[in-house]
């Protein structure tokens, strides 16, 4: 079902909010059904809309269409949406009988406003709003259907889920679309396409997309088509495919972070981390413990910025830091070494290197150099690596690899 | 400048990825002069494309487009673009040369992928992309005009500030639209609206947004007229009115952060600061460290998470925990006392709380509850905050409430 998401409101267009409401109703309805091929933001403006819904049902069977219902945007999009119809409000006893409702249960009064909350245009269904005034309207003529919802967060999202949802369900009967992605790290976009080869080839018609960020790229397949085991296979067959390329650039799928798949793993096998950062700066032991539970696995971090705390604190050699330098193989491997001893913990992992801006000495030391050690009872190492620029950006690189770099160990890949 | 965002991407159709792009994009511009009418979101598909530069050069100006400009199989911007301006892509010179630097600061190789990013509609001029290797574009026939981006925020980012915002202003001359935003961090949404008092009154006219995070709330007011100097004199008396009223809970402008404010007071007065972590996780040092410059006055955070640690490396006695608990003012006191010596610091800062969502005790203990330490050469002390739920709210809220006592301290308020 060809379907268009229009959100109104001046306060998307200047950027002062972020339009969270179109993601919301498209993740909700995609899987429902909803082939959602456009979003479309215009401004509290009664010809703007009006507009809109013209040129957006050449396109789609299905409009939603959210906000300027409330009782401060007056009655914008109520005109519009009449006018379109070529219909007018009228007074609706069902919905004098939810506004009622809602205002009694807050002991709130009836007021001018709750007048016009109540004026639905001639021929729309009411869906009940169980959070607000503004009751939602729905039109239906010549297989073209328009959902009207109030632009609140939380009182637009229980009407989704209350109503739009299995609304789409009955509609889009049969149409089936199913997701899937799967998380890289420590490979370029670029680089990862060159792994999987003839994609289309791999894909068979269906869709993947690459969705890069600075800590690893991120796939998603779609599969669609009439019959879920069908899609079900075929997912599963493009998956398989996708993991035997990218092996072990794979470190899990959907919303998961890397963080999280490595506490699993220091939970399942009873294993203790301690972390010693300088570059990072607590990045390590911020995204470690934003993982509920991680008090099981996570024993301490040591942010040694200074060189003063890196010898005092980490009881890192003077002498190595003078010859060697603090940005060095030799500094990396001492600071997860100690860090771990000083934690008792049984993995011990270290950043050293030059975020940037200032501070970098190029070639042999530019911005973007960071060392990551690694000691466990086996051994200690470090490993060195060029993140580019961008003070946060090299942070959250170094970051991820650290955390890579232990989930490798752990199981045993290089 | 009537002007329309279009951004494209499969990922922003399914809600998978919130347009965050659009919203940057509005808030950068719509200052600079650009009236945004429009945002519009299609697919990664070459005849969506086409069909919505057809449509949107019919209502504006000016088109800003944002994705599908990468080196993987989906990115069919540039052939919709090609289409539209019945142009075609031809190896540029320029565009070689900066994807050439940018691979060569990063000892990437020159791959097939980057023989793509340097074939430039023929026509187009090249915006530099200094983050990645895809080149914007910026076509101008007849008046309109569009400029092409990639989707990837930081690289879009920068090339919004750097070239399309001076851009933006030389063509949009006339109507002024300032702006300016205070932050105010300790103070809720609805008690600060009760200082700030009559608001109409206030503001004679002029807008005002109450924009709330879970770090604090920012103030931004928006004055417009047809004079600058006009509008300079309205912006200044309204900002004035509102510290008189906000007072010390104003910390900064803009888009300063209370980690940079914190930075420079420390810098100026030549203080060191070290932090002990337990609830915050490292959030405290990595927002310190994420200001450039900060290995100035930043010595060192232990995350001292288990119980041993704030022992081992704290010395934070076990009687002390046993007897007043992890949580308790005591123990915070006792922690920023010692990292303050531990490190030879002037300032030591401490947590320690109940992040959650497990692990509380509630009445006397529940998720949320965090005391914060304070120590300078002056005396140690430690104050009690109830932070709500949420885990990385609580460790947001509770890093944010630390460095304002930090900065209040140095202020001499309170």
Redesign the interface.
């Known amino acids: 079902m060809k379907s268009v998401i229009i959100t109104v409101g001046d306060e ?9 409401n ?7 309805l ?1 899987p429902a059904g909803a082939d ?8 509290d403006d009664e010809p ?1 809309i009006y507009n ?1 819904l013209n ?1 957006c049902f050449k396109l789609a069977d299905l409009i939603i269409l959210t906000g300027g219902l409330g009782p401060t945007h007056d009655d914008v999009t109520r005109k519009a949406v009449c006018k379109y119809f070529n219909t007018e409000p009228v007074p609706s006893e069902e919905a004098r009988q939810y506004v009622l409702r809602f205002l009694q249960q807050r002991n709130y009064p009836w007021t001018e406003s709750a007048d016009d909350q109540i004026m639905i245009p001639r021929g729309a269904k009411i869906i009940p709003n169980k959070h607000g005034t503004a009751p939602g309207e729905l039109f239906e003529t010549d297989g073209k259907c328009l959902i009207v919802l109030p632009g609140v967060p939380y009182e637009m999202e229980s009407m989704i889920e209350d109503f739009v949802l299995p609304y789409v369900k009955t509609k889009a009967h049969g149409r089936v679309i199913l ?1 899937r ?1 799967l998380r890289t790290t420590g490979i ?4 990862l ?2 792994r999987l080869g003839d ?2 080839e791999l894909l068979g018609g269906e ?8 800590t690893g790229v991120r796939l ?1 397949i ?1 599969v669609s088509g009439n019959e879920r085991t069908v899609c079900e296979e075929k997912l599963q067959r493009i998956e398989e495919r996708i993991r035997s390329r990218a092996e072990n650039f794979i470190y899990g799928t959907e919303k998961e972070e890397l963080e999280e798949v490595l506490g699993r793993l220091l939970r399942e096998r009873n294993l203790k981390i301690a ?1 010693a ?1 300088s570059c ?7 995204k ?3 993982v ?4 099981l696995y ?9 060189n ?2 890196k010898t ?2 980490l009881k890192v050699p003077e002498e190595l830091i003078r010859s060697r330098g603090a940005v060095s193989s030799e500094v990396a491997s001492r600071m997860a070494l100690s860090v771990r001893e ?3 913990a049984d993995i011990g992992i270290s950043t050293t290197g030059i ?5 970098g000495s190029p070639p042999e030391k ?1 911005v ?1 150099l960071v060392w990551i050690g690694y000691s466990d009872v086996k051994g200690t190492s470090a490993v060195k690596f ?1 993140f ?6 090299i ?1 959250e690189r170094a970051s991820q690899a650290a955390m890579n770099i232990v989930r490798k160990k752990i199981l045993g890949i290089e």
Chains 1, 2 share one sequence.
């Open positions: 998307l267009l200047i950027g002062q909010v972020v339009n969270t179109a993601a919301f109703i498209a993740e909700k995609t959602i091929i456009r979003i479309v933001t215009v401004p703007d809109s040129e997701q992605t370029a976009e670029a680089m396409a060159r994609i289309l869709k993947l997309a690459f969705l890069p960020s600075p998603r779609t972390v950062e990072t700066g607590g990045l390590i032991a911020n470690l413990t934003n509920p539970g991680s008090s996570f024993e301490s971090a040591v942010v040694a910025y200074s003063r705390s005092e604190i000083i934690s008792a975020a940037g801006p200032s501070g530019p973007g060029q580019g620029d961008g003070r946060t950006r942070k």
